[in-house]
């Protein structure tokens, strides 16, 4: 295979069912529920659970658990000072970034 690792065929690959596929009835899939109706999921012969996608409509960011925030961001075009509602962003440049290297975490 290639050394550089930068194509997919790098190296032989042999496709097998992951875990899902041994035991089909412990996943789920959400579907619309026309589809359910019209009976296109049945004819896909699948062997897991189907479920229909219930109230999605309306879904938006202030019904994120942990990413409900949208502050005013400002960026002056002179200093690229970051404000976010008027607080600016910034932080002092990073010296050291642990396990970036040997992980490649970044």
């Not at 579907?31 to 999605?56: E, F, M, T, W």
């Amino acid at each position: 295979g290639d050394p550089n690792a930068s194509i997919p065929t790098v190296q032989p690959l042999i496709a097998r069912p992951m875990f899902a596929a041994h035991i089909p009835s412990l996943s789920v899939a959400f579907v619309s529920q026309s589809s359910i109706d019209n009976g296109a999921v049945a004819s896909y012969g699948l062997g897991k659970r189907i479920v229909p996608v219930k109230n999605c409509r309306t879904i938006g960011k202030k019904d994120l658990k942990f990413n409900g925030v949208m502050p005013r961001m400002r960026v002056d075009p002179e200093s690229y000072v970051v404000e976010a509602d008027g607080e600016v962003c910034g932080g002092e440049p990073i010296g050291e970034l642990p396990l970036t290297q040997a992980y490649f975490v970044y």
